[in-house]
């Protein structure tokens, strides 16, 4: 069974710094998805990784995909405000359905 | 088109009593899916739809909770004998037949039961 791990789960940030959420998961996926939930709101799409060493970068963050490691990193880089919200890994599964599983998230705050 | 709409927002029923919540996906998309998500945790899957065929339900799922997509188009969960532990965010989430794109969530019902 498939199982997705994040850490950190929570992420104490500061203005102006580079911090990784790591997404680890159980079982081979050659597709792995992330998204980001502000509070109150549904999900939203972030990046799409389906190859081994996929990057996708999007202003302030990147994402990779190791799928030999089962590894993939989400990237901030010199995090502001706007960046306080929960980031959730999705990892596919291998039954040819896209059904996907997510991880428990990482809730950043930002300190000014 | 207006993204995936979900129906009520929010629901607060007695428990032991049956509910019922409506998901319109984008139109475009053939696959539907439900997701459970609870206070500090990621969502967690319910089951999913390619058109109108009911393709997996989670193991985890109570025989109290069933879903349908009649016609492919918009899709039901309903949630017979409510129990406090149903009290959750339901979302929603539509997609295109590929897995190159991530799905489209919709707001969620949120369901309180007491």
């Known amino acids: 069974e498939l199982k997705v791990e994040q850490n950190p789960l929570f992420l104490s940030m500061q203005e102006g710094k580079n911090y990784t959420i790591y997404c680890n998961y159980s079982?081979?996926?050659?597709?792995l998805y992330w998204y980001r939930q502000d509070p109150g709101k549904s999900l939203e799409s972030l990046f799409v990784?389906?190859?081994?060493?996929a990057v996708k970068q999007e202003g302030r963050l990147m994402a990779s995909l190791d799928t030999k490691a089962r590894l993939s990193t989400l990237h901030i880089t010199a995090a502001v405000h706007d960046l306080s919200a929960t980031y959730f890994c999705?990892?596919?599964?291998?039954?040819?359905?896209?059904?996907?599983?997510f991880g428990a998230g990482t809730r950043p705050f930002v300190k000014a | 088109d207006t993204g995936v709409s979900q129906d009520p927002r929010h629901k607060i029923t007695k428990r032991g009593q049956n509910v019922t919540f409506r998901c319109d996906p984008i139109?475009?998309?053939?696959?539907l899916y439900w997701y459970r998500q609870t206070l500090g945790q990621g969502p967690e899957f319910l089951t999913y739809?390619?058109?109108?065929?009911?393709?997996?339900k989670s193991r985890l799922l109570s025989d109290r909770f069933s879903a349908e997509r009649p016609k492919g188009s918009f899709s039901t969960l309903e949630i017979q004998r409510t129990e406090q532990g149903d009290s959750a965010m339901y979302l929603c989430?539509?997609?295109?037949?590929?897995?190159?794109?991530?799905?489209?969530f919709g707001s969620g019902t949120r369901l309180t039961v007491v």
């Open positions: 990784l389906l190859s081994n060493g």
């Open positions: 079982t081979t996926s050659d597709r």
């Open positions: 139109s475009e998309h053939n696959r």
């Open positions: 999705a990892v596919g599964g291998n039954t040819g359905g896209f059904k996907t599983i």
């Open positions: 989430a539509s997609s295109l037949n590929s897995p190159n794109y991530g799905y489209t």
């Open positions: 739809f390619q058109n109108e065929a009911q393709l997996e």
